[in-house]
């Protein structure tokens, strides 16, 4: 298989794009893995932003699909819905305004399973590569490893603080639903310290949201 694709690739992917008065057609979503397993890329169409996102450990046999992270419904084709947690995610936002930007960034509010990168070419204005190129499988803390099998096979995903742990605090729900109250936890500085152009809870910095003009590729690249 093509170890680059605008559709599918080697980790599964699901994407979620939008284009908005689009000035600049020839825009390409280029994606590249340099991980030594298989992606599975889904591109889905939404009225909100365009999110990839990576599944991994993906098996299919006797007409069933599923995916060790990532896992959207063990279907091959998410229609529409999200990828389970823990996932790296990627976020865009695509042909805006007059000065046609392309907005992108990358998360770890859900947690992590693949090193990945956004890497914009050809733009004007602060373009920036933005992403987490370290593999945290081999470093996240005890209480946020996911192991498959349960509880003692191998770490395939870092899970978020709210993941691991469920409280508003750390979820950035209800009273701590807002800038002033949600706060950066022991767990998001892991994954920050790690990877510091990446959003680590909920209400992050929201300048880590990059905004390019005129780009002519927005390139992801898993395992950088």
């Not at 690739?9 to 030594?36: E, H, M």
């Not at 914009?120 to 933005?130: D, L, T």
């Not at 499988?137 to 209480?143: D, S, W």
């Amino acid at each position: 298989m093509a170890s680059s694709s605008t559709l599918f690739f080697t980790t599964t992917l699901l994407i979620l794009c939008t284009l908005t008065n689009a000035t600049n057609p020839g825009l390409s979503l280029t994606l590249v893995n340099n991980c030594p397993f298989t992606v599975w890329p889904a591109i889905q169409p939404n009225s909100g932003q365009c999110c990839p996102r990576a599944r991994t450990g993906c098996t299919y046999a006797n007409n069933h699909f599923s995916c060790a992270t990532g896992d959207c419904g063990n279907s091959l084709e998410c229609n529409g819905k999200g990828g389970a947690t823990p996932a790296t995610l990627a976020h865009f936002s695509l042909h805006q305004g007059q000065n046609d930007f392309s907005s992108y960034g990358v998360s770890l509010v859900d947690g992590f399973n693949v090193p990945m990168t956004v890497t914009p070419h050809e733009g004007k204005g602060q373009c920036p590569v933005v992403g987490c190129r370290d593999d945290l499988l081999a470093t996240c803390p005890e209480r946020l490893k996911l192991r498959s099998p349960h509880g003692h096979g191998p770490v395939i995903a870092c899970k978020s603080g709210c993941q691991a742990f469920g409280t508003d605090e750390l979820c950035c729900k209800n009273n701590y639903n807002s800038p002033q109250n949600c706060r950066a936890s022991s767990y998001s500085k892991f994954f920050k310290n790690s990877c510091p152009s990446t959003f680590t809870y909920a209400h992050d910095n929201p300048t880590l949201m990059h905004e390019c003009s005129k780009a002519r590729e927005l390139k992801v690249i898993f395992c950088h």
